[in-house]
Every structure is written in C-alpha cells, then in structure tokens.
C-alpha cells in the first residue's frame, strides 16, 4: 500500500479519494453478491474515479487486497479482550478470528495463507506471542507455539467459511448421514463399527481442534496452571 505521498485528487462525483475509502468500497463489493470477480474496472466505476487511481494508492489488486485482510484483522482484535488466564485469551482470540473469517468468506482463503505485515497484523502477532509469554513459554516456544496456533485457527476457520450453494450443503450432509453410516461390515469395518456417529462429521471441526490445541499447550506451559471452570 502506498497511500503516504499520494495525490489527493477528487473522484469524478467530488470526493477525495483516500486508501481507507478505497478499501471500504472493495470490502463493501467483495461481500455483494458477484464480489468474487472484484476487478479493478469495477471498483473505479464504485468510486466514481478512472480505475487507475486506484494504482495511486495500491500498487496493485493484490496489495489492495492484503490491505483489505490486514482491515479485517484489525475488526477482529477490536473484539477481543484479554482474559484472566492465558488459555481463555487464547480461545477468545481465536474466537474472534474465525467469527470474522466466517463474516466475510471471499477473503477467507487469503487471510489463511498470506502475511499482510500491515499494522493490523502486527498488533495480532504482538498480542498472540504476548500470550504465550505470559504463560511462561521461552521466547522461541513462544514463536513457535503462536505459529501453531494461529496458523491451525486460520486454516480451521477458512474451512468454515467457505461458500457451498443450498445443494452442495445438502450433498455434504447427505454423504455423512446416510452414505457412510449405511457402508458394509464387510468393506469397511471401522467406518461400520462407528456408523451411528458419522453424521457429526459434518459439524465444524473447529471447538474440537481448538480444545486438544490448547488443552496440549496447558500441558506443555511451565507450572501447568489451568483455567478456573466458569
């Protein structure tokens, strides 16, 4: 993003232009209905500018669009507050990732496989690795144990948020609730013995992963301290 130094000219309907109203407009697009094909062209026309000012602020559609992750991440960290012990902090902030992950899905598989480095970001990365600080970890566990998690909640989350039509969820639900559960003894014998089970496999992975994530780091935390039960 380069928004420092850039000429600050009025839009053909009077506005001056600016990277966050930018970046508002291509958030408002994205989340419409046909915002997977956001182009350029488009978001002139939206801002009643000619598409290359976006280039003024952007370098480019994809740091435009690392600048929409890092806005959203920072909606995020707006919602989060710090818990009592460090487990409950970790779960409230993954909390808050995947809500807003599941809140806007198009940008769902970019905010799990990019580094936005924007400030954002920067303040997550802070707060996440001051987590685990705080639950005594040395500073390279501390890292390493953030990676983990932060990388494991994200990708969990973009599996949740991602766009299936009315029928593909039908489909989804139809394999686990009577394709498995209706597999031979003979064929497959482990997928028959838990057949009555099978149809919870179409629920969110994510309480679950979550839980064995931290529950391992409580276990790994020096002095082992755990959360009081609510």
């Given amino acids: 993003m380069r928004s420092v130094g850039a000429r600050r000219r009025k839009t053909r309907a009077g506005v001056v ?29 939206e801002l009643g500018a000619d598409p290359t000012a ?4 952007f370098r480019d559609m994809d ?10 991440i920072g909606d995020a960290l707006a919602e989060f507050v710090s818990r009592d012990h460090w487990a409950d902090s970790l779960r409230d902030l ?17 905010r799990a496989i990019r580094v936005t480095a924007g400030p ?6 802070d707060t996440g690795i001051g987590i685990m600080l705080s639950a005594g970890f040395a500073p390279a566990d501390a890292v390493r144990h953030y990676r983990d998690f932060v990388d494991t ?3 969990v989350a973009a599996v949740d948020a991602a766009e299936l039509t009315a029928e593909q969820e039908d489909a989804e639900q139809e394999a686990w609730s009577r394709v498995y559960t209706s597999l031979p003894a003979d064929g497959y014998p482990n997928v ?28 790994a935390a020096p002095g082992q301290d755990r959360p009081t039960p609510a």
């Fill in 17 to 45: 232009l600016t990277a966050d109203m930018i970046v508002d407009t291509a958030l408002r697009l994205i989340d419409a209905p046909g915002g997977d094909k956001l182009s350029v062209r488009r978001l002139g026309a």
């Fill in 54 to 57: 976006v280039y003024r602020y």
């Fill in 63 to 72: 740091a435009l669009q690392l600048a929409l992750a890092d806005r959203l």
């Fill in 94 to 110: 993954a909390a808050v990732l995947r809500r807003s992950m599941r809140q806007h899905p198009r940008l769902a598989h970019l």
């Fill in 120 to 125: 954002h970001e920067m303040r997550v990365v």
């Fill in 153 to 155: 909640v994200l990708a």
């Fill in 192 to 219: 028959h013995l838990v057949r009555d089970h099978l149809p919870s496999m179409y629920n969110s992975a994510f309480p679950g992963t979550i839980d064995k994530l931290i529950e391992a780091l409580i276990h």
